[in-house]
């Protein structure tokens, strides 16, 4: 059987503007990038794209 949840008589939240979940986002992501060693893949590959589009 299938549970429903039940309504409270609650408005839903308002959604979140992306330049504010991009910005409580960032400092995670680039701990992350830090710790795991990601940055050198991003360097890599943000230069080959500009590579490949000729700059």
Known sequence: MARTAV???TPR???RHP???TAMV???AIVLA???G???AVVIQA???A???GR
């Open 7 to 9: 309504r409270t008589g």
């Open 13 to 15: 939240p308002e959604r």
């Open 19 to 21: 330049l504010v979940a």
């Open 26 to 28: 960032l400092p995670l």
């Open 34 to 36: 830090v710790v795991i």
């Open 38 to 40: 990601g940055v050198e």
């Open 47 to 49: 230069s080959s794209v």
């Open 51 to 53: 590579g490949m589009l």
